[in-house]
């Protein structure tokens, strides 16, 4: 079966960085469209960033921009979030998701979900 693990997450300070991990497996990863959502409490899940399956495409949250930085790794079918400028905003649950799709930013397009992994950025 399909299986989505992040880590990666953690307690940092305003400014910091931090990168996310996913690791993918029961999937053929280099087909798949990954994504990183994120769900802060009382807030709807947000979409963070996106990679195309070749890695060429990707796109971002306008809350990210130029902040953070998606990649992966077909050798090791991981899939990373590289976190810059930290803000106590980002402070959210961090889900990484995959689809079939060519291009993916909304949350019902993905079809797979990993548990997540808390981010808290303290101020």
């Known amino acids: 079966q399909v299986q989505l693990v992040e880590s990666g997450g953690g307690l940092v300070q305003a400014g910091g960085s931090l990168r996310l991990s996913c690791a993918a497996s029961?999937?053929?990863?280099?087909?798949?469209?990954m994504g990183w959502f994120r769900q802060a409490p009382g807030k709807e899940r947000e979409f963070v960033a996106g990679?195309?399956?070749?890695?060429?495409?990707?796109t971002y949250g306008d809350s990210v921009k130029g902040r953070f930085s998606i990649s992966r790794d077909s050798s090791q079918n991981t899939v990373y979030l590289k976190m810059t400028s930290l803000e106590p905003e980002d402070t959210a649950v961090y889900y990484c998701a995959t689809t079939i799709a060519r291009q993916a930013s909304t949350a019902g397009e993905y079809a797979y979900w990993g548990q997540g992994t808390q981010v808290t950025v303290s101020s």
């Open positions: 990679i195309s399956r070749s890695g060429s495409t990707t």
């Open positions: 029961g999937i053929t990863f280099s087909r798949a469209t």
